[in-house]
C-alpha cells in the first residue's frame, strides 16, 4: 500500500482524436438539453470542463481540449437564436482587437438545438388539436350540484373552469391559475364529471409532493412525470400506463415545472394513446431549471383558460394586489406599504425581526413558516428556532441526531425531507418524498429517526443515511422549496436582488398576512463605504420596484428567437449606438488639446466635478457642442454662473440639466424628436459621416416599424385604462417605450421618468398627448383624488377611471374614497393605489379582477361571464348582454351582491325575475344593492332575494318607476324564514 502510494500508476490518458471530442461534444449537449432550452457558452464550457475533468487530460491541453468541444457544440450541434444582427458594421474606432464590434456582448449569443425547438413545435401544434372526448353539460351540472351537496361551493370562475375543460374537447389544454385560486378544489369536480361520462383519469405532476397533493384532492391515480419518462426510456410499464386510452383525461398539475422535452415526451404518448390531457400551473411561480416556457407559447397561439378569483387570501385588499403583484405591477405596493407587511434593516438584524414575528405568531396558536433566500440563512433560522423551542421546555431534549443542515433535531421538532424514496413507504400509495414536513415522534442511537407526517399522520422511521443526506428542520425553508405550501402568516428575508417570480411566490403563501424583510443598509463593514448602494441607499420602495421589475420567467427558444428579430428590441439597440457613436466620433474628430482644455476649464469652474457621478454625460455633452461650432466653455461658463451649485449631490447632473434644450435646439432633431442630428462637422468626415448616417437611417427605419405595428395592432396595455386615443399618440408613444426600453407590462405610458432634460421634455410632451384632455375620469375625479392625496402619484389615472366605472354601476365611489381615505395614515409612496386596494376590499374579487385585469396587454379572459372590453362598467356588461341568458347576464351583478347567489340550484329563477324587472323600466343595479344593502342575504339567498323583490314589487306595481322609500324588510324576513323552512322538505321545490 505505501509502494502504491509513493509510486502510483500512471493514470491512462484519453486518446483526444475527432471521435472523441464528437462523442464528448454530444454528451455535453445531452446534459444542457436536459437542463436548460436555451444556452450560452458560459453553460457549454462548464459542461465541457466536467467531461475533460474525469478525462485525464494533462493540465497543458486542457484548454486547447474545452475549446474544441465548445466549438462542436455551438457551431455543429447548436442552433443560433439571439444574436448580434446589426448589420452596420463599426469603424475601428469602435472595433475591439479581436475585430468584433464593441457593441457586442461577448458571449451573448443565445443557442438551442433542433431537438428543442421540434419539441416546441410539437407541444404548440397539439395544444391546437380538437376531436377528443366531450362531457355533456348536464353531466358537467349535476357534478357540480354534487359538489355543493358536499359543501363545496365552487365560485363562478371555477365553475366555469370545470365547463371549459370538461366539454371543449381538446386534445392538449392549457389552464392557468394564480396562487390561491382553488385549482384542485376545480380539479375534484373537473374529475367526478369526467368520471361519471364513463372516462378515467390520472394525475401527474413534476414532482412528488405535487402529485399526492393532487391525488388527495382528486382521489384519482397521481404519479410523477419523471416515473412516466423513466418507464418509456427504459421500455418499461406500469399499471396506470397500461389504462391510458381515448377516455383517459390526464391532469398535468404544476405543468410551468416540466421541462420542455419531458413534457413533449409526455404529451406525445398520451395523445399516441388517443388520450387527453388537462396542463394546469401558473406561468409566474418559480420555475424548474429545465422549464422552458412553452406555456407561454401555448397561451399566446391558443389562449389559455385562466382562473384569477382569489379564495385563499382572508383580506379581499390582499388577494386581489397579489394578482397585481404577479402581473408586476407597481401599484401592487401600495397594500404591502400600506398594511405594513414591508419591514427594513440590515443583514445582521433582520433575521432576528423574522424570527421574533414567527415566533409571537406561533404563540397565538397560527401556522406560520419562515422564508429566507438561501439555504444558509434558512438553516440559520431553523436553528434559531429550535434553540428557542428547547429552551421553553421544562425537560430536557432528549437523544439529538444530525440532520444534512447541520442542525441537530430531538423529538418534537419539526423537520422536512429533501429527497424523494419510493422505498420509505407510508401507505401502499404514498411515500416519503420532497417538501414533506414532519414532526419527530423519536430519536435513535443510530442516528434513525421515527417521525410522523405534519399532514396525513402516517409514521414511517427514516434511517440513518436518509436523515444525515436528504433531512433538514422545517421552521423555515428557501422560497423555492416552500412553493405549493399554504400557512397562515408568512415571514420571509429579501436581499433585493430576487425575481418578481419569487417575491410573488414568497407573498402569497400566508392566508391572514404575508410579510417582507428587506435589507436596505449595509453590514457595517468599512470595505463597503465607498460602493454605491452605500453612498446613495434605495428606499424599500426602489428595491421591491426593481424586484417587480426583473421578470424571472423562463422563455421558450422560440419566443427568445421571435423577440431578438422584434424592431421593438432592436430600436433599443439602434438608438443605443447612435448616441454613443455620436459622442465617440466627436471625441474623435475634435482635436484632444481642446478636449483637455474643456476638461481643464470645467474643474476651475466647478472643483472636483470630475467625480460627480454625471460627469462622463457632461464631458460628453460638452465635446458634442463643441464639434457643433459652439464655445462649450462659454456655454459651461453660462450654466454655472445661473445658480449657486452650494448642497447639490451631483453638480455635473445640474449642470447637464441646464445645459440639455441648447444642445438640442442648435444640433436639430436626429432620427428621433429627443435624440440629437448629426453636426455637420461629423457628417462632413469621411470615415464618420457614412457611419452615423446608416446608424440615423437604421433608427429611423425601425421606428418607422414601430409605428405601423403600434397603430395597426390592438391597443396596448398602457392605453387600455383610456380613453380611444389617436393613431399618432399610440404610435410615439411606442417608438418611445421601444427606444428607451420601457418594459411591455409597465402600464405608465412613457415609463420611469427620464433624467435627461431634453428626453424629460418630450416625455413630458407624450404624457401630456395620452393624458391632457383624453382622461374623462381624471378630470371628474382628479380633484377629490389631490384633495385626499396631494402626492403625486402616477396611479392616480386609473384611480380615476376605477372609480368612474364603480360609479357608474351605482356604487357611492365618492364615499368609498373618503371612507378609504379616513381609515388611517397613507403611506409615503404608492398613495392612490393604496387607496385602491382599501376600497377593494368593499368589492366582489370577481369585480376588483375585472378591474385589474391579467396582465399588461392582455385579452380578458377571466370566465366570470365578463365582458371582453376591459373599461366597460357592470352596467354597460348588462345593456351589452341583453340578448344573453338572464343566467348568464345577470352572474357577474350577483357576484357582487352575494357570490353565493349563483351556486344556489334555483338561480335561474331568480335571474328570470331579474330580467321581468329590468324588463318593467326598473334600475336593476340600483335597486339591487338598495335591497342587499340593508340586510345581508340569508341562508338561502336566490330565494330571500325573490321574496325581497316580491315585498318590494308587488304583482300589481311591476311596471313602473320604483318607490324611492327606504324598504321595508321585515314582511320579506318573515317571508324567507317560511321558504327557508319549506325548502327543507323534499317534496317542495323552489317557489317562484
Not at 27 to 41: A, G
Not at 532 to 544: F, G, N, R, Y
Request: aromatic share 4%.
Amino acid at each position: 500500500m505505501v509502494a502504491a502510494a509513493l509510486s502510483p500508476a500512471a493514470p491512462s490518458l484519453s486518446r483526444v482524436d475527432n471521435a472523441w471530442v464528437s462523442a464528448t461534444a454530444g454528451r455535453v449537449l445531452d446534459e444542457v438539453e436536459q437542463r436548460r432550452s436555451t444556452w450560452q457558452v458560459w453553460h457549454v464550457r462548464a459542461g465541457a470542463l466536467r467531461q475533460v475533468r474525469s478525462a485525464d487530460i494533462p493540465a497543458g491541453q486542457v484548454d486547447s481540449v474545452v475549446n474544441l468541444i465548445v466549438d462542436e457544440v455551438l457551431n455543429t450541434r447548436s442552433v443560433l437564436l439571439a444574436s448580434d444582427a446589426d448589420p452596420i458594421t463599426e469603424p475601428d474606432v469602435l472595433r475591439r482587437t479581436d475585430g468584433t464590434s464593441s457593441y457586442q456582448v461577448a458571449g451573448s449569443e443565445v443557442f438551442t438545438s433542433e431537438l428543442i425547438l421540434a419539441a416546441e413545435e410539437r407541444i404548440v401544434a397539439a395544444a391546437g388539436l380538437t376531436g377528443g372526448p366531450v362531457v355533456a353539460p348536464e353531466t358537467v351540472d349535476l357534478a357540480l350540484l354534487e359538489s355543493t351537496a358536499n359543501g363545496i361551493n365552487l365560485n363562478p370562475g371555477q365553475a366555469a373552469l370545470v365547463r371549459e375543460l370538461a366539454t371543449s374537447g381538446a386534445r392538449v389544454q392549457l389552464a392557468i391559475a394564480a396562487a390561491g385560486t382553488g385549482k384542485t378544489t376545480a380539479m375534484r369536480v373537473l374529475t367526478s364529471a369526467w368520471e361519471e361520462s364513463g372516462g378515467t383519469v390520472i394525475g401527474l405532476a413534476p414532482s412528488a409532493a405535487a402529485a399526492a397533493a393532487l391525488a388527495e384532492q382528486t382521489g384519482t391515480t397521481t404519479d410523477t412525470l419523471a416515473k412516466l419518462i423513466h418507464s418509456l426510456n427504459n421500455g418499461q410499464s406500469i399499471d396506470w400506463m397500461d389504462s391510458i386510452g381515448p377516455k383517459t383525461l390526464v391532469l398535468i398539475d404544476e405543468a410551468a415545472m416540466a421541462d420542455t422535452l419531458t413534457l413533449d415526451t409526455a404529451i406525445s404518448f398520451l395523445n399516441g394513446r388517443g388520450a387527453s390531457a388537462r396542463l394546469i400551473g401558473d406561468d409566474q411561480q418559480l420555475a424548474a431549471i429545465g422549464a422552458g416556457g412553452v406555456l407561454r407559447d401555448i397561451d399566446t397561439t391558443h389562449r389559455a383558460v385562466r382562473l384569477t378569483e382569489l379564495m385563499r387570501f382572508d383580506d379581499p385588499g390582499e388577494g386581489a394586489a397579489t394578482l397585481a403583484l404577479r402581473d408586476g405591477l407597481p401599484e401592487a405596493l401600495g397594500f404591502y406599504l400600506d398594511n405594513q407587511r414591508v419591514h427594513v434593516g440590515d443583514q445582521t438584524t433582520l433575521p432576528d425581526e423574522v424570527f421574533t414575528a414567527w415566533q409571537s405568531d406561533c404563540a397565538r396558536g397560527l401556522d406560520s413558516i419562515m422564508l429566507a433566500p438561501t439555504r444558509d440563512l434558512a438553516a440559520n433560522l431553523n436553528a434559531r428556532a429550535r434553540t428557542a423551542r428547547i429552551g421553553s421546555q421544562a425537560t430536557p431534549a432528549g437523544r439529538t441526531v444530525w440532520l444534512a443542515d447541520g442542525n441537530s433535531a430531538s423529538v418534537g421538532d419539526l423537520i422536512i425531507t429533501r429527497t424523494n424514496d419510493r422505498r420509505l413507504r407510508l401507505s401502499a400509495t404514498d411515500w416519503v418524498k420532497n417538501g414533506d414536513r414532519w414532526v419527530v415522534l423519536d430519536a435513535g442511537d443510530d442516528g434513525r429517526l421515527k417521525v410522523q407526517h405534519a399532514r396525513t399522520r402516517r409514521r414511517v422511521t427514516l434511517p440513518t443515511a436518509y436523515v444525515s443526506a436528504s433531512t433538514e428542520l422545517g421552521y423555515a425553508s428557501t422560497v423555492h422549496t416552500a412553493q405549493g405550501v399554504s400557512v397562515d402568516t408568512m415571514h420571509g428575508l429579501a436581499t433585493g436582488d430576487e425575481s418578481r417570480q419569487q417575491l410573488y411566490t414568497m407573498l402569497t403563501r400566508g392566508r391572514r398576512a404575508n410579510h417582507v424583510y428587506l435589507q436596505v443598509t449595509g453590514d457595517g463593514d468599512p470595505h463597503d463605504l465607498i460602493r454605491p448602494e452605500t453612498v446613495h441607499p434605495k428606499t424599500a420602495t426602489d428595491i421591491l420596484e426593481n424586484i417587480l421589475a426583473r421578470d424571472g420567467a423562463p422563455k421558450s427558444a422560440t419566443t427568445m428567437a421571435r423577440e431578438a428579430a422584434e424592431p421593438a428590441v432592436l430600436l433599443g439597440q439602434a438608438t443605443a449606438r447612435y448616441t454613443d457613436a455620436l459622442h465617440a466620433s466627436a471625441e474623435t474628430v475634435l482635436d484632444p488639446d481642446r478636449v483637455a482644455a474643456i476638461e481643464q476649464a470645467a474643474d476651475q469652474m466647478v472643483p472636483g466635478i470630475a467625480d460627480e457621478p454625471a460627469w462622463p454625460a457632461l464631458r460628453a455633452h460638452l465635446i458634442l457642442a463643441e464639434t457643433q461650432g459652439r464655445d462649450a466653455t462659454r456655454e459651461l461658463s453660462s450654466a454655472v454662473a445661473e445658480r449657486e451649485l452650494v448642497g447639490v449631490d451631483d453638480r455635473a447632473a445640474v449642470l447637464g440639466w441646464r445645459l440639455a434644450a441648447t444642445g438640442l435646439r442648435v444640433a436639430g432633431i436626429g432620427p428621433l424628436p429627443w435624440v440629437p442630428a448629426i453636426p455637420a462637422r461629423l457628417a462632413a468626415d469621411p470615415s464618420w459621416g457614412p457611419y452615423l448616417n446608416a446608424r440615423a437611417n437604421r433608427v429611423e427605419t425601425l421606428a418607422g416599424q414601430v409605428r405601423d405595428a403600434a397603430t395597426d395592432g390592438e391597443m396596448p396595455g398602457w392605453a387600455r385604462h383610456g380613453t380611444s386615443l389617436p393613431d399618432t399618440s399610440v404610435g410615439d408613444v411606442a417608438v418611445w417605450r421601444a427606444a428607451m426600453g420601457v418594459r411591455v407590462d409597465d402600464r405608465r405610458p412613457t415609463g420611469p421618468p427620464q433624467k435627461q432634460k431634453t428626453a424629460a421634455m418630450w416625455q413630458r410632451h407624450l404624457d401630456e398627448q395620452v393624458t391632457g384632455d383624453h382622461s374623462a375620469a381624471l378630470a371628474e375625479w382628479g380633484p377629490l383624488i389631490h384633495q385626499l392625496t396631494p402626492t403625486q402619484d402616477e396611479f392616480a389615472p386609473l384611480l380615476a377611471e376605477r372609480l368612474a366605472n364603480l360609479d357608474r354601476t351605482g356604487l357611492a365611489a365618492a364615499d368609498l374614497l373618503r371612507t378609504a381615505a379616513a381609515e388611517g395614515p397613507l403611506p409615503d409612496d404608492h398613495v392612490a393605489a393604496a387607496l385602491w386596494w382599501r376600497i377593494s376590499r368593499h368589492l366582489s374579487s370577481s369585480a376588483t379582477t375585472d378591474m385589474i385585469g391579467h396582465g399588461a396587454g392582455e385579452d380578458d379572459n377571466n370566465l366570470e361571464h365578463v365582458a371582453t372590453e376591459r373599461n366597460l362598467s357592470v352596467r354597460d356588461r348588462l345593456e351589452n348582454g341583453a340578448e344573453s341568458k338572464p343566467a348568464e347576464r345577470w352572474a357577474q351583478l350577483a357576484h357582487s351582491l352575494d357570490r353565493r347567489l349563483v351556486s344556489q340550484s334555483d338561480w335561474a329563477a331568480t335571474a328570470a325575475m331579474l330580467q321581468e324587472v329590468h324588463d318593467a323600466g326598473h334600475d336593476i343595479p340600483a335597486l339591487t344593492r338598495q335591497l342587499v344593502n340593508q340586510a345581508p342575504l340569508g341562508d338561502l339567498p336566490a330565494q330571500d332575494l325573490r321574496y325581497r323583490l316580491v315585498v318590494y314589487l308587488p304583482d300589481d306595481r311591476v311596471s313602473g318607476s320604483p318607490p324611492q322609500e327606504s324598504v321595508d324588510l321585515g314582511e320579506a324576513e318573515r317571508q324567507h324564514e317560511m321558504a327557508t323552512t319549506l325548502s327543507r322538505r323534499p317534496d317542495v321545490g323552489p317557489r317562484r
